[in-house]
């Protein structure tokens, strides 16, 4: 991975802390976005402390905004010199029966789990054709296959991923750019507070790691060439049985 320049949106905590980490760890230097300023100072001298310092840039970014996700394309451009793999990590998990749901709520999670996916591969895919090629990795989610009661915004931006994912895979495969889209389970982040199975839960030592999806990504980039695997599945192998 030395000489590949890397951005992970919302690498400031869980599985985008966890993929940043990774990509330092083989190499890379990697661009990190949040929109906590504090949460991403953080973070930055958590893995700076891990890893050699310099590799790792820390960016102020909504990228559900275009202007936000362009300039988080531009700071790895700017500090690096390039962009070779954009990890769509960010997002937002807001739940609340669709009756219920505040109008904001459901545009905050629209904004940034499908919406900041295609303000970021807009901006960075002319990068990465300049560049002969690269990857894109979409972190969605078991829930865009598998909806649930109070997740109804939720599980239709990431579904929404999916289609995305597949529909620019096969727009940008010729270009050398490589698109696959990642669906994790239960991951035990803290993610899902606020519904139930969340971090409210007595016990999460059966859940995914953060870094059991780092570990995916990781592959996935290193796959060989000839083959592709556009979407990958990753479920905690015994999770609690029903009673």
Same mark, same amino acid.
């Given at each position: 991975?030395?000489? $590949?320049? !890397?951005?992970?949106?919302?690498? &400031?905590? *869980?599985? @985008?802390?966890? #993929?940043?980490?990774?990509? /330092? =760890?083989?190499?890379?230097?990697?661009?990190?976005?949040?929109?906590?300023?504090?949460?991403?100072?953080?973070?930055?001298?958590?893995?700076?402390?891990?890893?050699?310092?310099?590799?790792?840039?820390?960016?102020?970014?909504?990228?559900?905004?275009?202007?936000?996700?362009?300039?988080?394309?531009?700071?790895?451009?700017?500090?690096?010199?390039?962009?070779?793999?954009?990890?769509?990590?960010?997002?937002?998990?807001?739940?609340?029966?669709?009756?219920?749901?505040?109008?904001?709520?459901?545009?905050?999670?629209?904004?940034?789990?499908?919406?900041?996916?295609?303000?970021?591969? $807009?901006? !960075?895919?002319?990068?990465?054709? &300049?560049? *002969?090629? @690269?990857?894109? #990795?979409?972190?969605?989610? /078991? =829930?865009?296959?598998?909806?649930?009661?109070?997740?109804?915004?939720?599980?239709?931006?990431?579904?929404?991923?999916?289609?995305?994912?597949?529909?620019?895979?096969?727009?940008?495969?010729?270009?050398?750019?490589?698109?696959?889209?990642?669906?994790?389970?239960?991951?035990?982040?803290?993610?899902?507070?606020?519904?139930?199975?969340?971090?409210?839960?007595?016990?999460?030592?059966?859940?995914?790691?953060?870094?059991?999806?780092?570990?995916?990504?990781?592959?996935?980039?290193?796959?060989?060439?000839?083959?592709?695997?556009?979407?990958?599945?990753?479920?905690?192998?015994?999770?609690?049985?029903?009673?």
């Amino acid at each position: 991975m030395s000489g $590949r320049v !890397a951005l992970v949106t919302g690498g &400031s905590k *869980g599985i @985008g802390l966890a #993929i940043a980490g990774a990509l /330092l =760890a083989e190499g890379a230097s990697v661009v990190i976005t949040a929109r906590d300023r504090a949460r991403l100072h953080d973070a930055t001298e958590q893995l700076s402390n891990r890893h050699r310092a310099g590799r790792v840039h820390a960016a102020v970014a909504d990228v559900g905004q275009p202007d936000g996700a362009a300039a988080a394309v531009s700071a790895a451009v700017q500090t690096f010199g390039g962009l070779d793999i954009l990890v769509n990590n960010a997002g937002v998990g807001l739940f609340a029966t669709v009756a219920d749901m505040e109008i904001d709520a459901w545009r905050q999670v629209m904004d940034t789990n499908l919406g900041g996916v295609f303000f970021c591969c $807009r901006a !960075a895919i002319p990068v990465l054709r &300049s560049r *002969g090629g @690269g990857w894109v #990795i979409n972190i969605s989610s /078991l =829930a865009g296959a598998n909806p649930f009661t109070t997740g109804a915004a939720y599980c239709a931006s990431k579904a929404g991923l999916n289609a995305f994912s597949e529909a620019l895979m096969q727009e940008v495969r010729h270009d050398n750019i490589r698109v696959s889209y990642v669906m994790p389970g239960s991951v035990a982040t803290g993610f899902g507070r606020g519904r139930e199975g969340g971090a409210g839960e007595a016990r999460s030592d059966w859940k995914l790691a953060p870094e059991d999806v780092a570990d995916v990504v990781m592959s996935l980039i290193a796959h060989p060439a000839r083959s592709l695997p556009s979407r990958v599945e990753i479920r905690p192998s015994k999770p609690p049985k029903k009673s």
